[in-house]
């Protein structure tokens, strides 16, 4: 496989079926992997935005009325494009953003287009509900309960997933009538580009799919044009509080940032929490919501464990993300690189100390491991994104659990345990989203609900979950008795 990009990529604006340039600025990328230009692409104008939305708001009139099994069969046709597809979108991913060619295999084939076959089955399961009445003594009424459609979607992906994450959202708002229009993150054009042009072939209607390219004033114009009744978005819980104040009463679906906390205790099975701290640190360079930011760890364990964690952290191949041998690439940017060095030179500064990792060649960064850290520190506190393992010793399971909830994430979290009632006791007081016992914080699964509390978001995305999101509830109150005597 070739190590460097073999031609330059274009990324295109999409509206009303067609392909077209955008009508604003020109942006070239450089891929994280080598420095070497990617491609370019222009950006969409705000006149390109709205006329974006209005074929959504047009088409979605026609496309609530096509049977269901016509819409899945226009999904079926797409999923098999996506296999045709895949091994050229998970290179293109690779060199946007630097993952790992074996990951950004998996985010194709088993996050993303998967999303497109669980979708078919998801929106088939769907159901309604008949009520008796109540409120009158009758048999002769019916109360029907049922789902319509939001109307135009507006979906806002990022770029650490931009596969995975746009699957999670633009297949189910389409399967239940929606209209979508979609803004990639500025980073990665190409593969989600390559992603929408699985609707296009596939022979979705016109203005049924539609995709804009730019940024921050794109993004509000998709969060506050008064035809856009739903917006999903996913990224920082900086942006997410703003688009929450910017949406109004529109349905919102915010799947935010993380601090994720391991818990390890006394009687957990090291060699096990250790491979599990491996991928909740370092997967994807650690540039994951559900990473596993901070890792606690039972005092009466804890020097076993950083032995055994320090062991394996030497073992993890860092390295060119298009070799097949790599197991972790670089950082996607600079920002996060200096992010990287002011959360360890913080922690340093009071009182932690590297033990493994710490320095960089450019974008690529070492995986780092940090003892003696505490929540006074920026990554106790914070997102670091980053390829790092900081490890906060603690006494209690009470003390752990007030470590662990002090932040304002609430994401994701991991326990590990041989006892029962530590295990509930955990469960049931972590102020997080998910609670994995004796599993990684970087699992999720497609049929479970997943989101955060706190300034993790809001709403639960995945399975039927996320329909709530992009329907309207409507009651319908039938009272036959009424109708005129023949």
Same mark, same amino acid.
């Given at each position: 496989?070739?190590?460097?990009?073999?031609?330059?990529?274009?990324?295109?604006?999409?509206?009303?079926?067609?392909?077209?340039?955008?009508?604003?600025?020109?942006?070239?990328?450089?891929?994280?992997?080598?420095?070497?230009? *990617?491609?370019?692409?222009?950006?969409?104008?705000?006149?390109?935005?709205?006329?974006?939305?209005?074929?959504?708001? /047009?088409?979605?009139?026609?496309?609530?009325?096509?049977?269901?099994?016509?819409?899945?069969?226009?999904?079926?046709?797409?999923?098999?494009?996506?296999?045709?597809?895949?091994?050229?979108?998970?290179?293109?991913?690779?060199?946007?953003?630097?993952?790992?060619?074996?990951?950004?295999?998996?985010?194709?084939?088993?996050?993303?287009?998967?999303?497109?076959?669980?979708?078919?089955? /998801? %929106?088939?399961?769907?159901?309604?509900?008949?009520?008796?009445?109540?409120?009158?003594?009758?048999? $002769?009424?019916?109360?029907?309960?049922?789902?319509?459609?939001?109307?135009?979607?507006?979906?806002?992906?990022?770029?650490?997933?931009?596969?995975?994450?746009?699957? +999670? *959202?633009?297949?189910? #708002?389409?399967?239940?009538?929606?209209?979508?229009?979609?803004?990639?993150?500025?980073?990665?054009?190409?593969?989600?580009?390559?992603?929408?042009?699985?609707?296009? /072939? #596939? @022979?979705?209607?016109?203005? %049924?799919?539609?995709?804009?390219?730019?940024?921050?004033?794109?993004?509000?114009?998709?969060? =506050?044009? !008064?035809?856009?009744?739903?917006?999903?978005?996913?990224?920082?819980?900086? &942006?997410? +509080?703003?688009?929450?104040?910017? #949406?109004?009463?529109?349905?919102?679906?915010?799947?935010?940032?993380?601090?994720?906390?391991?818990?390890?205790?006394?009687?957990?099975?090291?060699?096990?929490?250790? +491979?599990?701290?491996?991928?909740?640190?370092?997967?994807?360079? @650690?540039?994951?919501?559900?990473?596993?930011?901070?890792?606690?760890?039972?005092?009466?364990?804890?020097?076993?464990?950083?032995?055994?964690?320090?062991?394996?952290?030497?073992?993890?191949?860092?390295?060119?993300?298009?070799?097949?041998?790599?197991?972790?690439?670089?950082?996607?940017?600079?920002?996060? %690189?200096?992010?990287?060095?002011?959360?360890?030179?913080?922690?340093?500064?009071?009182?932690?100390? &590297?033990?493994?990792?710490?320095?960089?060649?450019?974008?690529?960064?070492?995986?780092?491991?940090?003892?003696?850290? $505490?929540?006074?520190?920026?990554?106790?506190?914070? +997102?670091?994104?980053?390829?790092?393992?900081?490890?906060?010793?603690?006494? =209690?399971?009470?003390?752990?659990?007030?470590? #662990?909830?002090?932040?304002?994430?609430?994401?994701?979290?991991? %326990?590990?345990?041989?006892?029962?009632?530590?295990?509930?006791?955990?469960?049931?007081?972590?102020?997080?989203?998910?609670?994995?016992?004796?599993?990684?914080?970087?699992?999720?699964?497609?049929?479970?609900?997943?989101?955060?509390?706190?300034?993790?978001?809001?709403?639960?995305?995945?399975? !039927?979950? *996320?329909?709530?999101?992009?329907?309207?509830?409507?009651?319908?109150?039938?009272?036959?008795?009424?109708?005129?005597?023949?």
């Amino acid at each position: 496989m070739e190590q460097t990009a073999s031609k330059t990529l274009y990324a295109r604006t999409f509206i009303n079926g067609k392909w077209m340039d955008g009508d604003s600025d020109i942006v070239t990328l450089n891929s994280p992997v080598d420095g070497s230009l *990617i491609g370019s692409y222009r950006n969409s104008s705000l006149e390109q935005v709205d006329l974006a939305i209005k074929s959504a708001k /047009e088409a979605q009139r026609v496309w609530a009325e096509v049977p269901l099994l016509d819409k899945l069969d226009l999904f079926k046709k797409a999923y098999e494009i996506g296999k045709k597809y895949g091994e050229e979108m998970a290179r293109t991913i690779t060199l946007e953003m630097g993952k790992t060619i074996t990951e950004a295999r998996e985010e194709v084939y088993e996050l993303g287009i998967s999303n497109i076959e669980h979708t078919i089955g /998801e %929106v088939q399961r769907l159901r309604g509900w008949t009520l008796p009445s109540t409120f009158e003594r009758t048999n $002769n009424k019916r109360i029907y309960v049922t789902h319509t459609p939001v109307g135009v979607i507006s979906a806002i992906t990022p770029w650490n997933f931009p596969i995975s994450l746009s699957a +999670e *959202i633009i297949p189910y #708002a389409l399967a239940v009538g929606n209209t979508v229009v979609f803004k990639p993150s500025e980073i990665t054009p190409f593969s989600t580009e390559m992603f929408i042009r699985l609707f296009d /072939e #596939a @022979g979705f209607p016109p203005g %049924v799919v539609n995709l804009v390219q730019g940024k921050g004033e794109v993004g509000n114009r998709l969060v =506050t044009h !008064q035809d856009v009744r739903g917006v999903c978005f996913t990224g920082s819980a900086a &942006v997410g +509080e703003k688009i929450a104040q910017a #949406a109004g009463l529109r349905k919102t679906l915010l799947e935010l940032g993380g601090n994720g906390p391991q818990i390890v205790m006394e009687d957990a099975n090291l060699e096990e929490a250790v +491979e599990a701290a491996v991928n909740g640190c370092f997967y994807n360079a @650690g540039q994951v919501c559900t990473a596993a930011e901070r890792i606690l760890v039972h005092e009466s364990v804890h020097e076993e464990f950083v032995r055994l964690l320090v062991q394996r952290t030497k073992k993890v191949r860092l390295g060119n993300p298009l070799d097949e041998e790599t197991q972790m690439g670089p950082l996607s940017s600079q920002a996060i %690189v200096n992010k990287m060095n002011e959360h360890i030179e913080d922690a340093i500064s009071k009182g932690a100390q &590297v033990v493994y990792g710490g320095t960089h060649n450019g974008l690529y960064y070492q995986p780092t491991i940090l003892v003696n850290c $505490n929540q006074t520190m920026l990554l106790g506190k914070h +997102e670091t994104f980053g390829p790092i393992a900081p490890i906060i010793k603690f006494k =209690t399971r009470e003390d752990a659990v007030e470590i #662990a909830n002090d932040t304002e994430y609430g994401l994701t979290s991991s %326990v590990f345990t041989s006892s029962l009632e530590d295990a509930w006791y955990m469960a049931d007081r972590l102020e997080h989203g998910t609670v994995h016992i004796n599993e990684s914080t970087n699992y999720w699964d497609f049929l479970a609900p997943f989101g955060g509390m706190k300034n993790s978001g809001n709403g639960r995305n995945l399975g !039927q979950w *996320i329909f709530q999101h992009l329907t309207e509830m409507k009651q319908i109150t039938f009272d036959p008795s009424k109708t005129k005597k023949r």
